[in-house]
Nanobody, 116 residues
Framework: QVQLVESGGGLVQPGGSLKLSCAVS????????MGWYRRAPGKQRELVAT???????NYADFVKGRFTISRDSAKNTVFLQMNSLKPEDTSVYYC??????????WGQGTQVTVSS
């Protein structure tokens, strides 16, 4: 079992920044793939960014150059730094952990609202 707890969401103006955190209940190096996803009202969940246990990262085209996924292995925490936020980034953001046996785990989500 893997428990994930997100934090750091909130209301921010367009052009602003937020940093999301995902606290992981296990050693993050035991997780094959950590990821951030989001779901806006009335839309399907979409991938935002991922990081492998080896540190390789991948980003959705709509966040490249604006968002950065990172980790603090000592704290078993994964981050999503979000800069130059746009109103269309408004969503519930979810942390995801995928283990090598294909077991997937989700956090409860954190709301990000970008509005003036």
């Amino acid at each position: 079992q893997v428990q994930l707890v997100e934090s750091g969401g909130g209301l921010v103006q367009p052009g602003g920044s937020l940093k999301l955190s995902c606290a992981v209940s296990r050693n993050i190096y035991s997780i094959y793939l950590m990821g951030w996803y989001r779901r806006a009202p009335g839309k399907q969940r979409e991938l935002v960014a991922t990081m492998t246990s080896g540190g390789a990262t991948n980003y959705a085209d709509f966040v490249k150059g604006r968002f950065t996924i990172s980790r603090d292995s000592a704290k078993n925490t994964v981050f999503l730094q979000m800069n130059s936020l746009k109103p269309e980034d408004t969503s519930v953001y979810y942390c995801n952990a995928l283990r090598i046996n294909n077991s997937a785990y989700w956090g409860q989500g954190t709301q990000v609202t970008v509005s003036s």
